[in-house]
């Protein structure tokens, strides 16, 4: 199985290297997963709006147990997609988008991988796991399930290894046990050059460059286009929400 998942991912990272950002912007999809509407959840669709991003919002009105449903929503909504198809997943919540398609897929291709998990620096909801998982070059070193990108094909394996997904558990929880156990279908944003999860983060490692319209994430030096207040760190999230949604709109 590992030595099938290791030539399914090489040869996707292959075509990656045939493809540009401009040819896969009709091939990219993003989405979220939420039973209900919420003042955070409009913050989020303002956020892709802003960068002519349609966000597809799945499982609306429909039964939410704990946060393993967003493991099977994400699968129902990816057996339509064709397997060459790329996929962006965020959180609902406590998620802004602050880059554009073509940024966001340029980034992407320039990380070589089929499939890549948000990192960040706490090991949640199992703490007791965090030795298990291999170095990092930065603090950002535990899976984030909030935030991560793949190709349809890559995500729907990943899927199936995780089976059976348990609706009534942590799905980060879950996906971290099926990343020690392997296969290992994705690789880390450790650098976050896409995403920025907030959680353990001070205000003096991220800023806000008006002039250009992003984050910086000083000790990474990066500028994540999908910022995440996992933990509820709200604080650093409103402020982007105010100055590059809410204000930029308004310009």
């Given at each position: 199985?590992?030595?099938?998942?290791?030539?399914l991912?090489?040869?996707?990272?292959?075509?990656?290297?045939?493809?540009?950002?401009?040819?896969l912007?009709?091939?990219f999809?993003?989405?979220?997963?939420?039973?209900?509407?919420?003042?955070?959840?409009?913050k989020?669709?303002?956020?892709?709006?802003?960068?002519q991003?349609?966000?597809?919002?799945?499982?609306m009105?429909?039964?939410?147990?704990?946060?393993?449903?967003?493991?099977?929503?994400?699968?129902?909504y990816l057996?339509?997609?064709?397997?060459d198809?790329?996929?962006?997943?965020?959180?609902?919540f406590?998620?802004?988008?602050?880059?554009d398609?073509?940024?966001?897929?340029?980034k992407?291709?320039?990380?070589?991988?089929?499939?890549?998990?948000?990192a960040?620096?706490?090991?949640f909801p199992?703490?007791w796991l965090?030795?298990?998982?291999?170095?990092?070059?930065?603090?950002?070193?535990?899976?984030?399930?909030?935030s991560?990108i793949?190709?349809?094909?890559?995500?729907?394996?990943?899927l199936?290894?995780?089976?059976p997904i348990?609706?009534?558990?942590s799905?980060q929880?879950?996906?971290s046990?099926?990343?020690?156990?392997?296969?290992?279908?994705?690789?880390?944003?450790?650098?976050?050059?896409?995403?920025l999860?907030l959680?353990?983060?001070?205000?003096?490692?991220?800023?806000?460059d008006?002039?250009?319209g992003?984050?910086r994430?000083?000790?990474?030096?990066?500028?994540?286009?999908?910022?995440?207040?996992?933990?509820?760190s709200?604080?650093?999230?409103?402020t982007?929400?105010?100055q590059l949604?809410?204000?930029?709109?308004?310009?």
């Amino acid at each position: 199985m590992k030595k099938i998942v290791t030539l399914l991912c090489f040869i996707i990272a292959s075509a990656c290297l045939n493809a540009d950002a401009a040819t896969l912007v009709d091939r990219f999809h993003v989405c979220t997963v939420a039973s209900r509407d919420g003042e955070n959840l409009q913050k989020l669709v303002h956020s892709c709006k802003q960068h002519q991003i349609d966000l597809d919002v799945v499982g609306m009105n429909r039964p939410y147990w704990k946060n393993g449903t967003k493991l099977v929503r994400l699968k129902e909504y990816l057996q339509d997609l064709p397997d060459d198809d790329i996929v962006m997943f965020v959180d609902a919540f406590d998620v802004l988008i602050v880059g554009d398609k073509e940024v966001i897929l340029d980034k992407f291709l320039q990380m070589n991988s089929p499939f890549i998990m948000s990192a960040e620096k706490n090991c949640f909801p199992f703490e007791w796991l965090a030795p298990e998982f291999p170095e990092s070059p930065t603090a950002f070193k535990y899976p984030n399930s909030g935030s991560f990108i793949g190709y349809v094909k890559v995500l729907k394996e990943w899927l199936e290894a995780l089976a059976p997904i348990n609706k009534n558990a942590s799905d980060q929880g879950q996906i971290s046990k099926q990343f020690i156990k392997g296969p290992k279908f994705f690789t880390f944003d450790y650098t976050c050059e896409l995403f920025l999860p907030l959680f353990m983060v001070e205000d003096s490692e991220v800023v806000i460059d008006l002039e250009s319209g992003v984050v910086r994430c000083l000790p990474t030096n990066s500028t994540p286009y999908v910022i995440h207040a996992n933990g509820k760190s709200f604080s650093f999230y409103d402020t982007v929400y105010t100055q590059l949604v809410k204000e930029q709109a308004k310009a």
